[in-house]
């Protein structure tokens, strides 16, 4: 398959999504596309990192890695969120590992220590070093924000917002889910899936294929309530539970008897499914042109599942997940062929669960950032 450029790769894509073909498979196969995923989409975007109630008090830290850069996040000295490289200015050691409390930062190659506005305090056995001063040595800061209770940086220092960029998103949250902020971490999934990180919004982003591909889910959602609708750089995925007995797992005591999910651009998407006060935050991450990692964190009322919260969580692990890992893992092999180049999008105008529309606006985003590459 030939590798296209930046002045073909939008060829065939329409801004009707009734007279558009899908991205090129290059998107998703090719190396050369996938470091500008990475240059150009996931470091110029903002990415979830967790709920906010892990930086609420002052000195607490969460490490992540964006665009293999690992990053820090800690709530100051006094109360402000800051957010650097996690790499030490004297020889580039990674400085915190994964999660807790600190009173400084502490370098564990060589004990050089920063506060936690990045500010280096102390460095041994430099007081005989030519034009050296701890004042002019400071971590490399990052954008951070709090976003609907819940965390964000942003390795671009230019970027605007992720308030002001996402417009109605955090009011729409707020009032299909109003009890997020008083959530609590109770479980994670993980996943490793062979397929470009691509392949698994355009997934995520069509219910299309749930009539064929997930029974039990078209049990548990009413199918003919489904709405999809797209905005900016997010788009809205909703539905009414199902009234009759569902195959995925039990809802006979549900609080929430809605199917709220977001999609927000590029790779972070939140759920809300039947059942007691929830979110699920799917976080897709890639690794490379073939391979994405995922990480589903479940925010529930308490940090121990109730039973069918139980029940709902080894439904996702070992019913959906498994379905679509399946579908997604089957199209990156055929996109691989010489059989596809691209395909037309199945279109609704009403804005149907069984329409691609979604799929169709995360591909011109997508396609905003290629034609901006040099």
């Known amino acids: 398959m030939s590798t296209v450029g930046n002045e073909s790769i939008a060829t065939g894509w329409d801004p009707n999504p009734s007279a558009s073909q899908s991205l090129h498979a290059d998107a998703y196969t090719e190396p050369r596309w996938f470091d500008v995923d990475q240059k150009h989409i996931v470091s110029n975007s903002w990415q979830w990192v967790c709920h906010a109630e892990k930086l609420r008090r002052p000195g607490s830290y969460v490490t992540t890695t964006v665009a293999d850069m690992a990053i820090v996040v800690v709530r100051n000295a006094t109360g402000d969120l800051r957010a650097f490289y996690n790499v030490c200015k004297h020889r580039a050691h990674h400085l915190l590992v994964g999660e807790g409390t600190a009173r400084n930062i502490v370098c564990p190659y060589h004990a050089w220590s920063y506060n936690l506005d990045g500010q280096l305090i102390a460095a041994r056995h430099t007081a005989n070093l030519v034009d050296f001063d701890l004042a002019d040595i400071c971590l490399d800061d990052v954008l951070v924000e709090e976003f609907a209770s819940f965390i964000f940086v942003n390795l671009d220092s230019e970027a605007t917002s992720l308030a002001e960029q996402s417009g109605e998103l955090a009011g729409e949250m707020a009032e299909w889910a109003p009890d997020v902020a008083d959530l609590t971490f109770a479980h994670r999934l993980t996943y ?93 991450i890639p690794v490379g042109p073939d391979l994405t990692y995922e990480t589903y964190d479940f925010f529930l009322e308490s940090a121990e599942p109730n039973n069918a919260e139980l029940e709902s969580i080894r439904y996702l692990d070992e019913v959906l997940q498994v379905e679509d890992i399946n579908l997604v893992e089957s199209v990156q092999r055929g996109m691989q062929t010489p059989a596809f180049t691209q395909g037309r999008i199945v279109n609704d105008p009403a804005g149907s669960g069984l329409s691609e529309h979604a799929l169709h606006h995360f591909h011109g985003l997508v396609l905003d950032q290629y034609r901006g590459d040099t």
């Open 192 to 284: 490793e899936i062979r397929s470009n990180w691509k392949n698994v919004v355009d997934n995520f982003l069509e219910c299309y294929h749930c009539h064929v591909a997930h029974k039990d889910f078209v049990s548990l959602v009413d199918m003919d309530t489904y709405t999809v609708t797209t905005h900016g750089i997010y788009s809205s995925h909703m539905a009414k539970a199902g009234t009759s007995e569902n195959s995925a797992y039990d809802v006979t005591d549900a609080v929430v008897t809605d199917h709220a999910v977001w999609w927000l651009w590029p790779n972070t998407c939140f759920m809300r499914y039947p059942g007691r006060g929830n979110m699920i935050v799917l976080n897709i």
